[in-house]
């Protein structure tokens, strides 16, 4: 016998844990499964759902007092019934939503932040270039606390290679938008020097004392204003 078959008035599927043959509609909708629908029934999902939490140590899910129509959902941080689009969309939940709203969502993760990291700067700092405040400390110090580029004062990005993931230093926010606009291309930061170089206008000194404004390349006369 098939668990389950689309075909019409075969819609009957077979729970593996209570082994009770149940109405398609007993199972909650999972767009990750082939058949669109969860492994377990309602009844087994949930239970096996509290037995995980209570096994973790975590508070039992609480539900709505009242019920929720299609198209919305109960937060159980705030208590409010809201719109589905009010909950962050995820890929690990059958519904495709968070249990908590957005501004719930996002205090959870401050709060979580702050408990585990020190704050959001130390996860970020972790979890994108794997390296903590103390040691973007240290490197800071180990150039002066300036721009590993310019020399400017105070610089707060960390510059990293995008293709090994190893960190180079830290710059101020111009130096780090400059290297990422030519795409660390070393060839093309030349190219631009050489650019530069042959377009700007320089002093020249032709006398002691004395200097003159050229250009290799004086360009094009800027255009007559209006």
């Not at 060839?187 to 530069?196: E, K, S, W």
């Not at 290799?216 to 006369?221: A, E, F, H, S």
Request: some cysteine.
């Amino acid at each position: 016998m098939s668990l389950m078959s689309g075909s019409p008035g075969q819609s009957d599927k077979v729970c593996p844990q209570c082994k009770r043959l149940l109405p398609i509609a007993e199972f909650h909708r999972d767009r990750r499964r082939a058949d669109g629908f969860a492994f377990y029934c309602k009844s087994c999902a949930a239970s096996r759902s509290e037995a995980s939490r209570r096994k973790r140590g975590v508070a039992p899910l609480r539900k709505s007092p009242t019920p929720v129509a299609d198209g919305l959902k109960w937060c159980p941080d705030c208590e409010h019934i809201k719109p589905l689009e009010a909950f962050p969309t995820t890929t690990t939940k059958a519904s495709g939503r968070h249990s908590y709203c957005k501004p719930c969502h996002n205090a959870r993760g401050k709060e979580s932040r702050q408990r585990l990291y020190g704050g959001s700067r130390e996860y970020h700092l972790r979890r994108r270039y794997g390296v903590g405040q103390k040691e973007f400390d240290e490197l800071l110090a180990e150039q002066g606390g300036v721009c590993a580029i310019c020399g400017g004062a105070d610089p707060q990005h960390l510059d990293h290679d995008h293709r090994t993931g190893w960190v180079r230093g830290i710059l101020c926010f111009n130096c780090n938008g400059g290297l990422g606009q030519f795409r660390d291309s070393p060839m093309g930061l030349a190219r631009a020097i050489t650019y530069l170089r042959g377009t700007t206008w320089q002093r020249a000194l032709i006398h002691p004392g004395v200097y003159q404004m050229c250009s290799p390349t004086r360009g094009r006369p800027p255009s007559p204003r209006f």
